[in-house]
């Protein structure tokens, strides 16, 4: 029998709302495994934000900020940084605009002020505290996402000042920069190289805007039923909700669980 592999977001997909694992998920997880099916994570988060989530899961191989750091049972085979010089730029354009940034490498992150509402308000959405200020890290460490806080309204001329990053919004007030043409489905190419599985035998689980290019990209791709319209426009299958055994549903329904 072929191989087959399953890509799973985080948040809103295997972490509920309250940023919780439910039984049923990690039940589906552990049986999955037990079946021969490879599992892996692919979401925007840094590796040091769901470290303990891998741990849980017994995890790892994982594609983590979207597309650019992507690891292989614990070895690392392929990253991306952000350009350093054009960083530089955006930290001078986001300074002279009073929009502060998080530099994310894939150790730790740090804030280039020293405390700021939106930081609090979004990071603190993820169950994470404001990061430590120094607002010079980018220059000493490889800088794999960078977080830009501004509104909506605020975002455009940042996008058309930098045409070398990707700016992906995940939140009312924050938006990740990747180097363009970076994504989750990337990364995943990457990774089922390394497996050597084919694409038709590749699954991925997402909700959110980020997730769109990776549920187009591989065979089957699965909405969760809280994920974003963009999400289940072009997913082949929505599942139920995170929080209504939705992972376990939709697994049972592609008949990778009995």
């Known amino acids: 029998m072929e191989r087959k592999i399953v890509f799973f977001d985080i948040d809103g997909t295997l972490l509920d709302h309250e940023k919780q694992l439910p039984a049923s998920t990690y039940e589906a997880i552990h049986e999955l495994k037990k079946q021969g099916v490879y599992v892996a994570i692919a979401t925007g988060r840094a590796p040091f934000m769901f470290e303990s989530l891998r741990e849980k899961l017994g995890i790892e191989s994982f594609v983590s900020f979207n597309g650019q750091y992507v690891v292989f049972e614990r070895e690392v085979i392929y990253n991306q940084p952000l350009d350093r010089e054009r960083l530089h730029a955006l930290k001078q354009m986001a300074h002279d605009n009073e929009h502060p940034l998080i530099f994310m490498d894939a ?16 990071m603190g959405s993820l169950k994470f505290a404001h990061p430590p200020h120094d607002e010079t890290y980018y220059e000493r460490n490889d800088i794999y996402q960078a977080l830009l806080f501004c509104k909506p309204e605020e975002e455009q001329p940042y996008v058309t000042a930098f045409p070398t990053f990707h700016f992906v919004r995940w939140h009312a007030v924050s938006t990740d920069i990747l180097p363009y043409g970076g994504s989750k489905a990337e990364g995943i190419k990457k990774m089922i190289a390394q497996l050597g599985i084919a694409r038709e035998n590749v699954y991925a689980f997402g909700d959110g ?21 963009e999400a289940k426009k072009v997913a082949d299958f929505v599942t139920k909700p995170v929080d209504e055994d939705g992972i376990l549903f939709g697994l049972r329904q592609l008949g990778l669980l009995k």
């Not at 150790?107 to 979004?122: C, K, L, Q, W």
């Not at 805007?209 to 809280?226: H, I, P, Q, S, W």
């Open 107 to 122: 150790d730790t992150m740090r804030a280039s002020v020293a405390d700021h509402p939106y930081i609090h308000e979004s």
């Open 209 to 229: 805007l980020n997730d769109t290019e990776m549920l187009r990209f591989v065979g089957t791709g699965v909405a969760m039923g809280n994920g974003h319209e």
